[in-house]
């Protein structure tokens, strides 16, 4: 058996944790020791709406469980929201070590028929919520030379899903948030990565058929939350896939390309190039945009 993972002494703030998969998140942090700032602002499944009760409730269940924690209700997806969150695990706590990136609604249609604005809102509190609650822990985490952020990724977003044009591009974009994040934070200690959960919540009622609501309980998926904001946290800039026991891990991925002559770069032979670099057996990922880059630019500089 491996040594137990604890989490003592440490502080996680948990976004969105008044239900679903924040609040299983917010139980199992404060029952491996961390102190816990939970977080929600109480809104419905479309993010309409707010209320201060369900975090006091998650409070309440971690406290009568003997853990510690503080309830907070800001709006993550505002400056103001983000730093006063923020403050708030630091004046509870003193300092924090965990950030868990997970508030979030849902405002489905297909792209023809969604208002602009409900593009916008559902961009704001998954994408730019996830930034802002970074960006306002950051300055806890560098001073401390020690830091775990999580994002809350999806299948959605990595894959697509018809009706979730908004959805898909921020869960993709908190990819490219935590891309940059990671790089930015290893040399202050800081880790960043993502889960991509499946779990039978508010949010997949009526989507997700029964069977695989009865095998998909959030609390299945938080022990790989717990993995990511302990010390031991072993990656960076990974994506954890986790449902119903299940995991694996998710990577954008580029097949061997092949460089032109520019005399030939004609749109003719890009075609005929796409069945030879559609291969994905030796694709591989790459840790930067540089290093990207340096693969093509190795190709560019070996061809014939
Ligand atoms: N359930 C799944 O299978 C699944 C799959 C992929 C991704 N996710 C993601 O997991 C996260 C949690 O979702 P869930 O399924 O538990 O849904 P949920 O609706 O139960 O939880 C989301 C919580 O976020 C809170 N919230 C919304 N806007 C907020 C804001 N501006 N500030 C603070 N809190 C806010 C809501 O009040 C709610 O309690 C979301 O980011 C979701 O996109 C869920």
């Not at 309830?71 to 983000?82: C, H, N």
């Not at 868990?100 to 405002?107: D, K, S, T």
């Not at 299948?155 to 898909?168: D, V």
Request: hydrophobic share 50%.
């Amino acid at each position: 058996m491996s040594e137990e993972i604890r989490l003592d002494g440490r502080v996680a703030i948990v976004t969105g944790a008044g239900g679903g998969l924040g609040r299983a998140h917010a139980l199992a942090l404060a029952a491996r020791g961390a102190a816990v700032v939970v977080n929600d602002l109480g809104a419905a499944r479309d993010g309409a709406g707010s209320s201060d009760s369900p975090a006091r409730l998650v409070v309440a269940e971690i406290e009568s469980a003997g853990g510690r924690a503080v309830a907070d209700a800001s709006d993550i997806a505002t400056p103001e929201g983000a730093q006063a969150l923020a403050g708030a695990a630091l004046s509870a706590f003193g300092r924090i070590d965990a950030l868990v990136n997970n508030a979030g609604f849902l405002r489905d249609k297909s792209l023809a028929k969604m208002e602009p604005l409900d593009f916008e809102a559902v961009l704001r509190v998954h994408l730019t919520g996830s930034a802002l609650m970074s960006r306002a822990v950051w300055p806890a985490m560098q001073e401390q030379g020690d830091g775990r952020i999580v994002m809350t990724t999806s299948a959605a977003g990595l894959y697509g899903n018809f009706g979730q044009s908004n959805y898909g591009a921020a869960k993709l974009g908190v990819i490219g948030l935590m891309n940059t994040l990671k790089l930015e934070g290893a040399r202050h200690g800081i880790r960043v990565n993502a889960i991509a959960p499946v779990a039978a919540t508010r949010m997949t009622e009526g989507t997700v058929p029964p069977e695989i609501v009865a095998s998909t309980p959030p609390g299945l998926v938080s022990p790989a939350v717990i993995l990511l904001c302990a010390q031991q946290c072993p990656v960076n800039g990974a994506i954890v896939v986790a449902g119903g026991g299940y995991f694996a891990l998710a990577r954008m991925v580029e097949t061997e390309g092949i460089a032109l002559a520019p005399a030939d770069v004609t749109p003719e032979a890009v075609a005929q190039l796409i069945p030879r670099i559609s291969d994905f057996t030796r694709a591989q990922g790459h840790d930067d945009a540089l290093s990207a880059l340096r693969v093509a630019v190795d190709a560019i500089t070996s061809r014939e």
